[in-house]
């Protein structure tokens, strides 16, 4: 398929909107949240219109259709992650519960107090407080891989806390806030050499280019399908099948037993032990729609037009006096660029983008540690996806000298 | 399906050829589906030559995982026990002669998975022996 | 609004389809799963045509349309079950979650070896294994209130138990096999008067009658959107003031937070506390819709319509030769049939029925001890909604003829 | 709005009247938005009847956090000290003459709660405040 952004457009209803009469949305916020294709809405639409009812126990059309379709979706999934097998794919509500989920889970079984976690100082908040909670909660030791000045993980100094033999090494395959695309594959294959475990947390790469799970011997990833033309209220926790198979429950209920006696229960065989209860029957049809969508259109395609967007994006906004961007340069980058404007508080900064119908994100975008870093309360965010112009840019980088003039 | 349902399933639930309990035995196994409680125990005898001779199964559930269970020892009769082994969802099927949904696929596989795990001398009969 | 089910019944699409050509479907399946009426579908349509972006981090007009979408139908929930204050509504995947972050939250952090917890033999696996995890690794006590031959709680039974001080008195409200509906505030005032703080499984009560926590004093109270007419991926965890705001967080992440540093959090405030990550945003807006939509046609007239609708199905049922129903009488219950049909397994009876369109539930509906106690490995289960209809009943009965004809 | 915001935050922001810190003072208290860091203390002092005689704020923020602070302290010199604590959020948006979404709503009355909480000798700042 041959990639044109105006046909692609198309499909987004959100994008045909106008914020206030007469003033069409330029949605620059897609790290936050991506837009969602009618493939995508329809899917769900269709299902409720026409195969909604519970799975897995039920015997009767409506009950087969719906657990076939969910079931599908997870096939979809794991192929497109180059999963060796479906029923590594947890469904979660989002990448931050799939995190959860492996330190509730495969953390408390494994590791003991005094024990090493290798996280990095670009991590999310998803990555961040769930080790907190358990190094609280177990006196485990928590180090992290520094950022450099221009918004690279310092190996160096990675290569000398692995020294310490850490047990995981969890970490944020793109930042949400500097861009940068952090070498997965040779951050995993240097825990590996050390005896540690890896997580990956994929909630910004899984999104924006292929990512394949076998080519990187990751032994965890998470992701939501929010942030990839999917619905909210689903994501995915990848995880090697024997690590997987020895962990202990995490949530308990129906559907993840395989026998329950009045005070005692087996669990099921993988995926359904981690699913516990009713779960997110529509949106993992929802997302299963995404991935076809995706698909459809090439994750290679998407991953060189949203380059050439933010290549173009650093370069206009290097041209406006005041304006300071973080991260690396964009060889090193996906589709984001945060930025300070001098002089002005990055909520006014968005807020008056907004009278002129532009979203973008003002804050610390859950990387507090990371703003704090750069001595920043807040940034600016502009980010980019399948669906977004240098026409948007373009009134990206007329607003914020109109910012300018308010301000100035 | 009406009628298939009627003659082929209903007919092997209500007069099996296969039940019982073989003892002694060479092989024997037995497993439930988690999710309907179905139950089935294989116990099986093989000839000097590893084929299998004599074949009983017991068990509870609905009539496709019994009459499944039937119509699979009834097949497999005089077969060399390598060539069990290799059986699939599709033999299953074809006995059956029937279209299943994924919940009662699993019915009608019950007896598979027992049979497999059996000869195969496992000590658990995962879903991946007849995927 | 006087009730009229026919005109209900139009406004949900699922129930003009054929299963196959010319046969209608008659979904008698509500407990496990409830249909979804057009402005429940279209409320989650609209909000990914037009608002569409993440919550409460933004200051886009769409994030602020998000946002405002999200928490208004956490206020149209909170009115609906009465509860104090919209903050006391947090928002989970499902019954399961909720209980589970009781368990895993209030119940860790104030429950000591040797301590009693309380259940009923008549719960879903939802209020089973999560204690049952927390027994393992804690070594609590638990103990069941009995189930009577006739479906009912054994109260003296309960009395006697009281005697042993519990911390936790946990039960459903209404059994989703027997149809049972337990007397609550009496369980609860007796539970409070021994001591015991008190969790209600109300996935089957909130749906089907109106529930009002504060006239029944309830300390938590769990339900699912999904079956009441909401979407999947969505339930509440209502709670006491007092109690949330002591218990420690459940999933860390973005949103549950106050402040983060590279090395420790702080909370943030009720009910984003215990909402880590992008929350099912979507879905919240769509249970809004449906509460909006069962309120508009009254909870005293859903109740009624099912009492009369049960009260029948038992009747009819009656007639039948080999049909052994499960559960007490119509006056003590909701619209719930499960019963055994003599010589056919209920997979049978299911699947037969399926035939005609007629879907109904087999096995033990995640309630296997409750099964066992009474001998049985599984059930048939008929189950209503404002929707279903004695003509459907009708179909039922019809259907089982059927049945027993075919294993005659 | 667009002029509205100019005129009125973008002013009160640039060229605040009451920006500082009181010492000694009789209440004091500060207090973050954790979604965006705002970040206001607030001083006051009263007179022997318990009105407010001087009031000064400092802290970084947007231009509505700290616009909005600025207006609520010019507003309140002279009042009682109990009046103050029953201001709410709709007295703040007539001073701004601004509609606010609600994570701006945040931003706007951040200074209120740290007013009120101060006044009150609260520990902390509630949300339940400016509700
Ligand atoms: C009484 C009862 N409790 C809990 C549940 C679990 O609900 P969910 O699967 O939505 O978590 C159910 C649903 O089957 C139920 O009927
Ligand atoms: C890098 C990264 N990790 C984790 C998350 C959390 O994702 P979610 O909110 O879907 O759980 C995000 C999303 O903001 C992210 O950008």
Chains 1, 3 share one sequence.
């Not at chain 1, 889970?105 to 107090?113: D, E, H, I, M, V």
């Not at chain 1, 520094?146 to 160096?156: A, K, R, S, Y």
């Not at chain 2, 000097?48 to 004599?54: E, L, M």
Request: charged letters at 20%; hydrophobic letters at 40%.
């Amino acid at each position: 398929m041959t990639f044109d952004v105006t046909q692609i457009r198309a499909d987004f209803p959100i994008l045909q909107r106008e914020v206030r009469p007469g003033v069409p949305v330029v949605y620059l916020d897609s790290t936050a949240t991506a837009q969602k294709p009618l493939a995508v809405i329809q899917a769900m639409d269709d299902y409720y219109r026409r195969s909604n009812a519970n799975i897995h126990r039920g015997v009767h059309t409506l009950a087969e259709e719906a657990t076939a379709l969910y079931e599908q979706a997870r096939e979809k999934i794991a192929r497109f992650i180059n999963a060796p097998s479906a029923r590594q794919i947890i469904y979660t509500r989002n990448t931050t519960e799939s995190i959860n989920l492996v330190a509730y889970s495969w953390a408390r079984a494994n590791l003991q107090p005094g024990d090493l976690v290798i996280l990095t100082e670009m991590e999310h908040h998803s990555n961040l407080v769930p080790w907190h909670m358990l190094a609280m909660e177990r006196d485990i030791r928590l180090e992290f891989i520094p950022v450099t000045e221009n918004g690279l993980l310092d190996l160096e100094a990675y290569h000398k806390l692995l020294e310490q033999t850490p047990k995981l090494v969890a970490f944020t395959h793109m930042s949400n806030v500097l861009g940068t695309i952090n070498p997965a594959a040779e951050i995993i294959r240097l825990a590996h050499q050390a005896g540690a475990v890896t997580l990956l947390d994929g909630a910004q790469s899984v999104p924006h280019f292929a990512v394949d799970v076998q080519a990187l011997e990751v032994d965890f990833l998470a992701f939501s399908a929010h942030k990839m033309c999917g619905p909210t209220g689903i994501g995915v926790l990848y995880g090697k099948a024997d690590l997987l198979e020895a962990m202990p429950p995490f949530l308990g209920g129906g559907d993840m037993i395989r026998e329950v006696k009045l005070r005692s229960f087996k669990p099921n065989a993988l995926p359904h032990k981690f699913e516990a209860g009713t779960p997110a029957i529509a949106e993992a049809i929802g997302f299963g729609a995404a991935i076809d969508y995706l698909s459809r259109v090439g994750m290679k395609n998407i991953a060189a037009h949203e380059h050439e967007i933010t290549q173009y994006t650093l370069e206009r906004l290097e041209e406006i006096p005041g304006v300071k961007l973080f991260g690396p340069s964009a060889e090193h980058k996906g589709g984001v660029a945060a930025f300070t404007l001098e002089g002005v508080h990055p909520h006014d900064v968005a807020q008056i983008l907004d009278q002129d119908g532009i979203a973008v994100r003002a804050g610390h975008h859950c990387a507090q540690p990371l703003h704090e870093k750069f001595h920043i309360p807040a940034t600016s965010r502009a980010s980019f996806y399948l669906y977004s112009t240098k026409e948007e840019v373009d009134r990206l980088v007329d607003g914020i000298y109109k910012v300018k003039k308010y301000f100035g | 399906m009406d009628d298939l349902y009627r003659e082929v399933i209903i007919e092997h639930y209500k007069n099996p050829s296969y039940r019982g309990y073989l003892d002694p035995h060479d092989y024997a196994f037995a497993d439930s589906n988690p999710l309907c409680g179905d139950h089935i125990e294989i116990t099986l005898r093989v000839d000097d030559q590893n084929r299998i001779s004599q074949a009983a199964f017991q068990g509870h559930g609905c009539a496709i995982s019994q009459a499944s269970a039937d119509l699979l020892l009834e097949s497999i009769i005089g077969k060399p026990l390598e060539e069990v082994k290799h059986l699939d969802k599709d033999y299953v099927l074809d006995l059956l002669g029937l279209d299943l949904g994924p919940v009662r696929l699993k019915c009608a596989l019950l007896s598979l998975k027992v049979l497999k795990a059996g000869v195969y001398g496992l000590g658990e009969a995962p879903d991946s022996l007849v995927e």
